[in-house]
């Protein structure tokens, strides 16, 4: 008899605890990449456990680790044919390789299922300055209180930081699965940000159940 793994995650404020069907995750991730794939979930998930009681300052730390050395940054056009594609964590780390929003992504959910409080992560638009030029950029915000000032997890650095020690980014706009922001006013639905709702409906076809 096949035993399906559930791995609760229980968010603030009474929202529907986030689930991950392990086995249906593993098994979305072999059928589409082959066995290398199965073998990055099962990194993942040991990646996830082992990160399980830390303080949430460690956990950020230990997560942020876990995506940016597993992972190889590319360009969407390059990894899935697309100019602007949102990946799932499991076609991420299926292809071994990601633009910025996909990292986010990964670390944000990976952070949800650890019991870090959906209000205190934030996935933050950015202005980077890369080599001279100013580029669109996504980094992952985390927040200690309402006001603090966030520390960024991001793929082009190693070491997480606080904001007014990253001069190189401008935020524009941020948003959670609560909604969307302008500076730490709250000014929409997640809901209208299409390839959000798109991620999520796949998301819940591979085995994550929002």
Same mark, same amino acid.
């Given at each position: 008899?096949?035993?399906t793994l559930l791995v609760l995650v229980w968010l603030p404020l009474s929202a529907p605890a986030l689930q991950f069907e392990v086995n249906k995750i593993r098994q979305t991730a072999v059928s589409r990449f082959g066995a290398r794939a199965g073998t990055?979930?099962?990194?993942?998930m040991a990646n996830l456990e082992s990160a399980r009681g830390l303080s949430e300052r460690r956990q950020l730390d230990a997560v942020n680790d876990f995506w940016n050395m597993n992972v190889m940054a590319g360009e969407d056009i390059h990894i899935w044919g !697309? @100019?602007?594609?949102?990946?799932?964590?499991?076609e991420t780390l299926g292809k071994a390789a990601a633009d910025c929003e996909d990292f986010v992504i990964g670390k944000y959910f990976s @952070? @949800?299922?650890?019991?870090?409080p959906n209000e205190k992560l934030r996935l933050i638009y950015v202005r980077a300055q890369v080599g001279g030029q100013s580029i669109a950029h996504m980094v992952l915000g985390y927040y200690p209180t309402p006001q603090s000032e966030p520390l960024l997890l991001d793929n082009l650095s190693g070491s997480i930081r606080p904001a007014s020690q990253r001069p190189d980014l401008t935020p524009v706009f941020s948003f959670n699965s !609560?909604?969307?922001y302008v500076g730490n006013a709250q000014k929409g639905s997640v809901d209208s940000i299409s390839r959000w709702r798109g @991620?999520?409906?796949?998301?819940?076809?591979?085995?994550?159940v929002p």
């Open positions: 008899m096949l035993v990055a979930v099962d990194r993942w !697309q @100019l602007d594609y949102w990946a799932t964590p499991v @952070l @949800l299922h650890l019991g870090v !609560q909604g969307v @991620l999520l409906e796949k998301m819940r076809k591979e085995g994550f």
